[in-house]
């Protein structure tokens, strides 16, 4: 079973509509963190926002937004009135324990790539 | 302030040769971390560097080695190439480590394996 699913390949969507990206993760870890990353068509990897697994209250910035639920496993991904610009692969990662002793190991989902139609 | 860089952008090798990709970190970062990203299997993770030392690795096979220097910056090194080990390859580096770090990626370094 993958750890972190992102359920949708790709989204397409006229500018200016909202779009929800879904994330969903599995763990055993009580302490984990939650990543979104996006890419653009030029490569290179960008954060947008970290999360840990204590803290649920939802963030907003400016046209992104994202909803954690730990109830539900998951960490989705909300752009308002999307634009051009936003076109990109958007991944969702989990940071967790492995193997005991201190280490930790990231783990991507598989992206959605996100295609806005002007 | 200089972002992560990766050198060199392309490369293409033969299968059964050996290759050592570079990647120098922002400044002040002490964690270098190296990842894989394909098609089919999309982002992996490879392994960390911390100071010098591996502090976490992934589910790669032994041809897949890395190191870091004293300043930061960090090799990855893969042996006896498979047609397989094509990939666009990533370099991230961060402050505090991959565990709870927003990662800085570089643009990557694109192997190509004949």
């Known amino acids: 079973a993958q750890k972190v699913t992102q359920a949708q390949t790709e989204i397409s969507v006229v500018e200016k509509e909202d779009v929800t990206l879904d994330c969903v993760y599995e763990t055993r870890d009580t302490t984990y963190y939650l990543f979104w990353y996006k890419q653009p068509p030029s490569g290179e990897l960008v954060f947008l926002i970290r999360?840990?697994?204590?803290?649920?209250q939802n963030e907003i910035s400016g046209r992104y937004s994202w909803n954690f639920q730990k109830s539900t496993s998951s960490f989705n991904f909300t752009i308002t009135a999307s634009q051009v610009v936003d076109s990109a692969v958007y991944f969702c990662?989990?940071?967790?324990?492995?193997?005991?002793?201190?280490?930790?190991?990231?783990?991507f989902g598989k992206g959605t790539k996100l295609s806005v139609i002007p | 302030k200089a972002g992560v860089t990766q050198t060199p952008r392309y490369l293409i090798k033969t299968r059964g040769q050996q290759v050592t990709l570079s990647c120098s970190p922002i400044s002040g970062h002490r964690s270098v971390s190296w990842y894989q990203q394909t098609p089919g299997q999309g982002l992996q993770f490879l392994f960390e560097y911390f100071s010098e030392t591996q502090r976490n690795k992934g589910n790669f096979p032994g041809r897949f080695s890395g190191r870091q220097f004293s300043n930061s910056r960090s090799e990855m090194n893969v042996s006896t190439l498979e047609l397989g080990d094509s990939a666009l390859y990533l370099c991230a580096s961060s402050l505090e480590g991959l565990r709870n770090s927003p990662l800085h990626f570089g643009n990557g370094t694109r192997l190509t394996v004949t």
């Open positions: 990662a989990l940071s967790e324990a492995y193997s005991g002793a201190g280490s930790y190991q990231l783990t």
């Open positions: 999360r840990n697994s204590f803290d649920e």
